[in-house]
């Protein structure tokens, strides 16, 4: 190992897979032990590589750790942006390419403040910190792209009872930490060292086991029957005028299997017309929901006529009340960066509803059926304080997304896996529709209840459980992990003096 090591090319290509591996943490597969291995296998790789290496090694990190993780941008681009194979693959290859620097900047502040220093529990606790410090930045920079969290391999372990505590960042900021000190265990080769090790470990799961069963949140007597129709419409017909009517159609039959009373969820742009003009059209259908008692939730496109502005909205239809405007976009799929430059370069680039603008920050929730909702649409679930945000003083949460973007891919299943988080850090109830799967029922402890099959047309229906209070994650949001991976970088950059070189 240590002859292999010695060759750049080598280890630079352990750098890649060692990035790739991470996804393997991550639905469908959760081999989480893979995260705490890949994490801790940078920090020695890092350690190891002179100076001048740091950099070229977290680059290609980044690249396998994005490669591997966001591959289903491809088919994005190549079987919905109508790209050939060829420009796909080499947009998907620069978009992961420029995603890696990320990890090359989280390099240089490695090797700027820490390297070299002595290998020892403080390195890691500072390495550990810029782990996680980096996972934060990509939830704003550049508007976010918080996708492929170290902390999401974990939700089915004991250590997701951390989760209402701090969040998706302190499951990746144990994670990492374990997996450092098992490589400092490992390459030191002392008793003391692979004893912090597993006290490490036994205490972090130890203590998840313990408040596993711990309320942080109250159940209310109010229970809500929902019926999430799934209408597999596909992509290429939603905006195509000439299908309309069968797709509002298909919506209106699949709604009937509901039961008086029931919540329906329609999923993200269901109806392919904007509020206005829907309204007429949806009047039978919202006639005979009235009827049964029922109410209609549905995702829709809205234009303000008085400010020209379009958004990606959530409507309350019947039994309630309430608007929201999605607040975080998607690039390209839902505003177009360096629009007057790009647009109509490919059809990527000018791809159906791709002006929409944000919502406003503070928007009032959906009220139906007398219990408050906290809406998210599509991309906005990964957001883990914009989601704890909205929870407060909610019933419930739903979430509808568009997944035909992720085509058979792994990205629905990520995603998937990501609402569970949001459900888990607020110990409330979500409900998620989607176009083509996978919708779902996540209990308050980020388990699925139950879900539908992809690529079929479906209803799901199930009863929630009305929950009020708040988590400490929902109080703080990620404040203090912030602030500790801070102090974890200061600590471990004057605890110990650099080495001579």
């Not at 782990?131 to 997701?160: H, M, S």
């Not at 069968?246 to 509901?258: K, V, Y």
């Not at 929201?324 to 629009?339: I, M, S, T």
């Not at 539908?452 to 994650?473: D, N, W």
Request: contains cysteine; charged residues 15%.
């Amino acid at each position: 190992m240590s002859a292999l090591l010695k060759s750049l090319w080598m280890r630079a290509i352990l750098a890649v897979v060692l990035g790739a591996v991470v996804t393997l943490s991550l639905a469908p597969w959760n081999y989480w032990p893979l995260g705490i291995l890949s994490a801790g296998s940078l920090w020695v790789l890092w350690y190891k590589a002179k100076s001048t290496e740091v950099l070229r090694l977290g680059w290609c990190y980044g690249v396998g750790f994005f490669g591997a993780g966001i591959s289903w941008v491809y088919v994005s681009i190549h079987e919905h942006g109508n790209a050939s194979a060829g420009l796909a693959g080499f947009l998907t290859v620069l978009f992961c390419a420029l995603l890696a620097i990320l990890f090359v900047i989280m390099g240089w502040v490695y090797r700027r403040f820490l390297h070299p220093r002595p290998l020892d529990i403080s390195h890691a606790l500072a390495f550990t910190g810029l782990w996680v410090l980096n996972e934060w930045i990509r939830t704003w920079f550049l508007t976010g792209f918080p996708w492929v969290f170290l902390g999401y391999g974990y939700i089915d372990t004991p250590l997701a009872s951390w989760a209402p505590i701090g969040g998706v960042f302190t499951l990746s900021f144990i994670a990492c930490l374990l997996g450092c000190l098992w490589a400092l265990a490992i390459t030191r080769r002392q008793l003391s060292y692979g004893l912090a090790a597993a006290g490490a470990s036994i205490v972090a799961f130890g203590i998840g086991l313990l408040i596993s069963e711990h309320e942080w949140t109250q159940s209310k007597q109010d229970t809500a029957s929902v019926a999430i129709v799934q209408p597999n419409t596909p992509q290429d017909m939603k905006w195509n005028r000439r299908y309309y009517t069968s797709i509002l159609d298909n919506l209106g039959h699949l709604s009937e299997r509901a039961k008086p009373g029931d919540i329906i969820i329609w999923p993200e742009a269901a109806v392919p017309n904007y509020y206005h003009n829907a309204l007429e059209d949806l009047k039978p259908t919202l006639a005979r929901m009235n009827q049964e008692s029922q109410s209609l939730i549905s995702g829709i496109p809205f234009a303000n006529r008085a400010t020209q502005n379009y958004h990606n909205s959530i409507a309350v239809f019947a039994g309630g009340d309430g608007l929201y405007h999605k607040q975080r976009l998607v690039p390209f799929g839902e505003y177009v960066p360096l629009e007057s430059i790009i647009r109509g370069l490919i059809d990527f680039f000018d791809l159906p509803m791709s002006n929409f603008s944000a919502g406003a920050d503070r928007q009032a929730p959906l009220w139906v059926q007398n219990q408050i909702v906290a809406p998210s649409i599509c991309y906005e679930v990964v957001y883990p304080d914009l989601v704890a945000r909205r929870a407060h003083g909610s019933d419930w949460l739903l979430t509808i997304s568009n997944d035909t973007w992720f085509g058979d891919s792994i990205g629905p299943l990520q995603h998937m896996q990501m609402a569970q988080m949001r459900a888990l850090e607020t110990q409330r109830y979500l409900v998620r529709g989607t176009s083509n799967g996978i919708s779902a029922i996540v209990n308050p402890k980020g388990q699925i209840v139950s879900q539908t099959p992809q690529f079929v047309p479906a209803v799901l229906r199930g009863s929630i459980q009305s929950k009020q209070g708040s988590t400490p994650f929902m109080q703080t949001g990620s404040t203090p992990i912030i602030v500790l991976a801070i102090i974890a970088v200061l600590y471990g950059r004057h605890r110990q003096p650099a080495l001579k070189t």
